[in-house]
Structures are given as structure tokens and as C-alpha cells.
């Protein structure tokens, strides 16, 4: 199969508003695969692809060839093209990914350039991943839904998993179990402005500090422990401290959730960015837990000495946690199901210098790779008004429209800074209204443009909400925002209004 009937479909779906119709039209697609291009076409269109870890971001796909004028490039050989990118390492690393990522863009389309930048730099709006995706697999395969989602819940691959059922069918797909070495997808939380509305949905509940670290899920097999991160990356070697934590345990065999983190000597969290490159630095892990020593601290069990128990209500799950891991090690919990102890529980999590809370229904089992009902999360949010000085040009649905937004705050005047001060970029929370004004906005406030970026005037205020404030190298304050996404435009504010460097510093002062 050609790339081109892969992007095809991506816009297609990306177009199309009815859930049911996105299903059709990439299960389609899918039952035209032959079963060497079908793991390849799904990690595409799901998105997988970026596991590659190419080492290709915006700023790389910015020039690139003109595209090619007829379709020859197949959805197999992209797949292989992208691995070959992402295996090139050492001495003149960048420059020979730079050759491979514009012979690969050079060989496709105008079309399938704009997909594969979609797809290189995450920015697919097709609504294909995860659940569509398994709903579309099913139907291809004439299997149910619900035994997709559970074999991927296990594997973790679609791109597995969709081979699997397309060549397989229901026998292959209950072929996939819970492997102890093997990671599951994590299961993942809603969100809710504050407690008593996550109480309104699920009460009595179980309620969590909600720490600022790296997700972890711990399989242990005798002496044998690996450490996986949300992403399902391998991360045994970088982590003594879990690893001997994990065989600390009473179990000698075990599949646990939980979180890893870096704390100051009074039992506060560092920043976020210290856990972060603690866990993903190669350097020495003796030196590096001399100089950032990490904790963790688990808050599920999916399986206990041979017996899965991820199917089990949590109140079940936790009950064997407490066998096998000591306090020490678990994290904070309490049950009610009143507002006023639940308030209470937020802030005492907040007065320790953590996120918030996870607000869990006690009869849930364990959802993995969804974000249900069964987990709330419930964090205090923080805003800041910024301004807009660039927005890149979308992909997918957004084709057309300028959409990953350049947030800018004032100087103030400061020394050796610009009068304005690139704090990152995000294109999370925009409708599909806000999306076209903000286009027609900022084109009449255009003051320079490439192929990828519209540079405009500093005039547009944007409110945007954050998760908190963390060091980066990129930008020119060495301070970026976590998780930025539009709230509103505030047409009623002028720029000059606009949150201040010194402002963001004296948030992260504070631990944000």
C-alpha cells in the first residue's frame, strides 16, 4: 500500500465529526493491508511511530525538499525509513539524520509530507489513537472491541495487536495476557476542577497524593526486576533505588504501579525537571544517586506471586499492596466520601509541596491504557497571561489554520533579555471556532512567515493554564511551562499587561 492512502484516510478521519464514521473509514483502510504492511500502517496512524524516538522536532521540519510530484513511496519503507532515522547515533548523528529525513520527505507527496510532519511531531488530530483506533482494528477484523482493547491493554502495541486480530482473529487476540516482564498500558485519570465535584462522581472514594515524579510500573520475577516508565521504556538500569526497593518486598513475584521521585532532605519534592533527568540520564547510576537519590512509592498491584489481580475492584488491589508493601513505600491514601475530609486530604497534599490528589473509585479494577471514571485527578490550576509571537501552521484537520501557538511573557526590562521572552509552545485547548479566529487574528498581525512559522506582532493576549514551571536549555529565560494549554484570549487586556519573566521566575521559586 502506497503512504498516500494512509494520509488519505488520516485527513479523511481527521474531517470527519462522527465517531462511528472515523471507525469505518480507517477500518477500511486497514482490511486493504497485506499482513507485512499491517504493523507498519498502524503505528503510523496511531501515532506509535514517534516511540522511534527519530530526534525530529519542529525545528528540523521546517525546510525540506519540495515534495514529489507522484505517489511511490510505500507505508512498509516509511516505517523503515523512520527506523533507520531513529538507529542513527554517535558522531555526526545529526547530520546523517538530516540526509535520511529529507531523502524520505523527498521521495513523498505534498500530501504525505504533511502527514509524516503530523506524525513526527505528534500533532495527528485525526482522533485515531487508542480507542478509535481499537474500535476501527475490531471492525476490520470482525472481532470485538472489547477484546482488542484488552489484548492492547496487555501488549501495549497496537501495532501488535492489530496484526494479531487481522491475522488471528478473537483466538490470537486471547493469546495476550498480563506477562510479568512485559509492560501494560498504565491506566490513566480524568480531571476535575476540585474535590467535591470528583466526590459527585464517585463517593465513598479513595483519595491519593498525587506526586510530581515519573510514572513507574515495576515487574518483579525472583531477582529479576524491570522498571518501565508511562511510555513502556525500559528504564531498569537508571534506577538502582527502585529496583532495590522492589526487591525488598515480601512477594517474588510482582507487577506494581506506582511513581518515582526525587525529594530534598525535608521530604519535598525537587523539581520536576530534576526527577526527569535523573531518570533519563545514561551517566553512571551510582554517581547519579549519589548527587539525586529518587524514592518510590507504589499506589497499585496487578499481580501477587503468580495471581493476576488486575480485574479485581481496587479496594482488593489495595488490600494485597498493603501485604506486600510497607508504608513506608505506599503512597498516602485516605477514604471518604464527605467533602469537608477531602478538602482537607488536597491541602495537607499541597502543604507537602505535591500536585493535588487522585480521587479512585475503591470498585474499579484496573483500566489499563484508559482514562475512565475509575480515577480523578484533582490539581489546583495555575494561569498566566502571555502573549503570542509566533504560531506554526497545523496538520491533519488543522491543515490550514495556524495552530501550535509561541508564548511569550514581558522582560520587564530585564538585562540581556528581548522586550519579550519565549516561555514554549502549545496548540492544546483550542476548539475548532477559537482555531479560526485566532488564524484570522493573527494573520492581520503578520510581520514575517517561512513555510512552517507566522512571526507576528505582540499584541494578543492568551490566557494559559499550566501544570507547572520547569529549567529548559531551549528557551532564553531557561524556563519553560509543563503542560500549557489555551483557556481564552483576552481581548480585554492589552499587552502590556501581560504576566512578566519575573512573575514565572517567582512561581517556580515557589515550587510550581
Known amino acids: 500500500m502506497l503512504l498516500q492512502r494512509l494520509a488519505r484516510t488520516s485527513r479523511a478521519t481527521a474531517a470527519e465529526p462522527a465517531r462511528n464514521t472515523k471507525i469505518a473509514l480507517l477500518a477500511e483502510c486497514l482490511r486493504e493491508l497485506g499482513p507485512q504492511e499491517i504493523p507498519a500502517a498502524v503505528a503510523l496512524l496511531s501515532g506509535e511511530s514517534r516511540r522511534l524516538r527519530v530526534g525530529v522536532g519542529y525545528a528540523a521540519l521546517q525546510e525540506l525538499p519540495e515534495p514529489a510530484s507522484e505517489a511511490t513511496l510505500g507505508v512498509r519503507e516509511t516505517e523503515d525509513a523512520l527506523a533507520a532515522i531513529a538507529a542513527v547515533h554517535g558522531k555526526g548523528a545529526q547530520a546523517e539524520r538530516r540526509r535520511l529525513l529529507e531523502e524520505l520527505f523527498g521521495r513523498a ?3 504525505e509530507q504533511d502527514f509524516l510532519r503530523a ?7 485525526q482522533g485515531a489513537l487508542d480507542a478509535v483506533m481499537a474500535d476501527a482494528v475490531a471492525k476490520a477484523a470482525g472481532v470485538p472491541a472489547t477484546a ?4 492492547l491493554m496487555f501488549r501495549g502495541s497496537a501495532r501488535a495487536v492489530a496484526a494479531a486480530a487481522l491475522e488471528g482473529g478473537a483466538p490470537a487476540l486471547h493469546a495476550f495476557g498480563l506477562e510479568v516482564g512485559r509492560p501494560v498500558r498504565p491506566m490513566l485519570a480524568a480531571s476535575a476542577p476540585d474535590v467535591a465535584t470528583a466526590l459527585e462522581r464517585v463517593a465513598p472514594a479513595a483519595l491519593e497524593w498525587k506526586l510530581d515524579g515519573i510514572r513507574v510500573q ?10 518501565f516508565t508511562r511510555s513502556l521504556d525500559d528504564i531498569t538500569a537508571r534506577v538502582p533505588e527502585v529496583v532495590e526497593a522492589a526487591r525488598s518486598l515480601s512477594a517474588r513475584s510482582a507487577v506494581l504501579d506506582g511513581e518515582a521521585i526525587a525529594l530534598g532532605p525535608d521530604d519535598r519534592p525537587r523539581p520536576f525537571q530534576v526527577t526527569a533527568a535523573r531518570t533519563a540520564s545514561r551517566q553512571d547510576p551510582e554517581q547519579l544517586r549519589a548527587e539525586v537519590p529518587l524514592r518510590v512509592f507504589f499506589f497499585d498491584l ?3 506471586d503468580g495471581e493476576d489481580l488486575i480485574d479485581l475492584p481496587a479496594e482488593q488491589r489495595w488490600a494485597g499492596l498493603a501485604e506486600v508493601v510497607p508504608e513506608p513505600l505506599r503512597v498516602p491514601r485516605t477514604v471518604t466520601g464527605e467533602p469537608g475530609p477531602a478538602r482537607a486530604f488536597f491541602r495537607d497534599a499541597l502543604a507537602h509541596g505535591h500536585e493535588g490528589v487522585v ?16 480515577w480523578i485527578k484533582v490539581k489546583p490550576r495555575h494561569t498566566l497571561d502571555l502573549v503570542v509571537l509566533a504560531a506554526e501552521w497545523g496538520s491533519g484537520r488543522r491543515r490550514g489554520f495556524l495552530s501550535n501557538l509561541h508564548l511569550g511573557a514581558r522582560s520587564g526590562g530585564e538585562a540581556g533579555l528581548e522586550p519579550w521572552v519565549m516561555l514554549g509552545k502549545t496548540f492544546k485547548g483550542l476548539t475548532d471556532e477559537l482555531l479560526i479566529w485566532q488564524t484570522g487574528q493573527l494573520l492581520a498581525r503578520e510581520v514575517s512567515r517561512d513555510s512552517y512559522v507566522v512571526r507576528v506582532r ?13 529549567r529548559s536549555p531551549r528557551y532564553p529565560a531557561g524556563l519553560t511551562l509543563r503542560f500549557a494549554r489555551v483557556l481564552r484570549y483576552r481581548e480585554d487586556k492589552p499587552a502590556e499587561e501581560a504576566d512578566t519573566i519575573a512573575a514565572v521566575r517567582a512561581l517556580a521559586a515557589e515550587g510550581l
Open 302 to 304: 496487578l499481580h501477587r
Open 119 to 125: 506524525v513526527l511531531v505528534g500533532e495527528l488530530r
Open 359 to 374: 480521587v479512585k473509585d475503591p470498585a474499579a479494577p484496573y483500566a489499563a491504557g484508559r482514562r475512565g471514571a475509575g
Open 148 to 151: 482488542v482493547r484488552r489484548a
Open 109 to 111: 507527496t505534498a500530501e
Open 458 to 470: 505582540p499584541e494578543l493576549v492568551v490566557e494559559i493554564a499550566f501544570d507547572g514551571i520547569q
Open 218 to 227: 515495576v515487574h518483579r520475577d525472583g531477582d529479576e526486576v524491570s522498571v
